[in-house]
């Protein structure tokens, strides 16, 4: 059955995640799905919304509902995003570009990272949607400000800067597969993919996935090597976030906060947004759930900036709980994964279909009309206390 047809049959995004385990080769899933170290945050981040309650308001007339928000005095007509996925070619021929068309079927930014495959007029050209950019910084300050530059000058509306990459993290799945930079095949990879022939024949003309948009950049002296290591810069601090403030005039964001008391250093940077996210469980292993400390950074913040989160957001309640928490919208990564591993852009705008229909049903059910009345009143943590 074509990947298109099969859509029919799936109605979540667990069952994007088995179609997607079945469909990828198993170096590639793991990829994707994996998180760091003994993934114990990967974990705690989905088990954190099963503590999560919801209390229905109703009855309530909920016949008129809009799930529109406001950001950076902009209406968006979903509180989602989809966030930055490094090599997302490998899940799907183009895959960056995919994402980025099924994100603008509904209206929603979407954001490029760094570490992609595809080049950045490419990435601009996909769809008509917002197109925001996101950044690992590297270590060199000549290839950041040539990074910042290309970003301004393709056109990216906002910049998001990842915090929580200072190293790389020890992924056991990646390693155990030797999925690394630079790539190199041995048997073992080669059966994998022999073994997984709609991957195998969608992405033989495009050859092996590798991230051309960062080796379009130098980030050190020629000859610098390929791997992540060093990619990344392991000093990256509210010094230069404060540099890129003074570059970059569009919306500016910091993804990968974890400590609300950082909330402050943000605001005195004079950053649009935050992005509350422990990379979806990939690098701090032992880390918080984003949901569980959610609450902290909007005492901290006090309405001041808008709050962005994700790691963990399977479901349209999942989503529904962290806006009535205080979210003002939520990133989803693997959600949009999964679904552009099944059937490209098409997959993608059905997931966002789904996550829009469950995130409508859930507030209706709540008795809620409108995004801005979620409140954290809904909300119960298990057991019945506030
Ligand atoms: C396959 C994959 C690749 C990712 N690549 C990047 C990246 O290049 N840059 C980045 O800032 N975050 C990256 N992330 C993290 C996501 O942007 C996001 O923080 C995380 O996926 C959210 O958790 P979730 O997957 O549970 O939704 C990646 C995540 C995944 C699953």
């Known amino acids: 059955m074509n990947a298109v ?9 667990a069952d994007f995640r088995e179609r997607a385990r079945r469909t990828l080769p198993r170096m590639v899933f793991d990829y994707v799905d994996g998180g760091s170290g003994t993934e114990s945050t990967l974990r705690e981040n989905m088990a954190a919304f099963e503590r999560i309650r919801l209390v229905s308001a109703a009855p309530v007339d909920v016949s008129r509902r809009s799930l529109a928000i406001t950001l950076f005095g902009r209406e968006f007509p979903l509180p989602l995003i989809v966030a930055p996925l ?9 895959g960056e570009l995919a994402l980025a068309r099924g994100a603008a079927r509904h209206g929603i930014p979407w954001v ?27 270590p060199n300050r000549e290839a ?24 790389p993290s020890r992924r056991l799945r990646d390693m ?24 195998t024949r969608r992405m033989r003309p495009y050859g092996i996935p590798r991230p051309q948009l960062m080796f379009h ?35 500016l964001m910091v993804k990968g906060l974890s400590d609300p008391r950082q909330a402050e250093a943000a605001l005195d940077a004079g950053v649009d947004a935050i992005v509350v996210s422990n990379h979806g469980g990939r690098q701090l292993d032992g880390a918080v759930a984003t949901i569980d400390i959610l609450p902290e950074f909007v005492a901290e913040v006090g309405g001041k900036l808008p709050i962005l989160i994700d790691s963990g957001f399977r479901t349209g309640t999942d989503v529904v709980k ?30 966002l279909s789904i996550l829009r229909a469950e995130i409508d049903a859930t507030m209706a059910l709540c008795g809620v009309t409108k995004i801005n009345d979620l409140n954290a009143r809904l909300v119960r943590r298990r057991g019945g206390e506030p």
């Open 5 to 13: 047809r099969r859509l029919k049959q799936i109605h979540s995004i």
């Open 86 to 94: 490094g090599l997302a070619s490998s899940f799907w021929a183009k």
């Open 112 to 138: 490029l990272s760094n570490n992609a495959s595809v080049m950045l007029d490419e990435a601009m050209a996909a769809g008509e949607g917002p197109k925001w950019f996101q950044l690992y910084v590297p």
């Open 144 to 167: 950041t400000k040539t990074w910042a530059r290309l970003a301004r000058e393709a056109g990216f509306e906002a910049l998001q800067i990842t915090v929580d990459t200072a190293v």
């Open 176 to 199: 155990r597969h030797g999925f690394a930079m630079p790539f190199a095949w041995t048997p073992a990879k080669l059966f994998d993919v022999a073994t997984h022939p709609d991957w």
């Open 217 to 251: 950049v130098p980030w050190g002296p020629e000859g610098a090597p390929l791997e992540m290591r060093a990619r990344l810069s392991p000093a990256l601090d509210w010094d230069l976030i404060r540099w890129f403030r003074d570059e970059w005039t569009a919306p």
């Open 322 to 351: 962290a806006l009535a928490l205080g979210a003002t919208a939520v990133q989803v990564g693997r959600a949009a994964a999964y679904a552009v591993a099944t059937a490209g852009e098409e997959g993608v705008a059905h997931a």
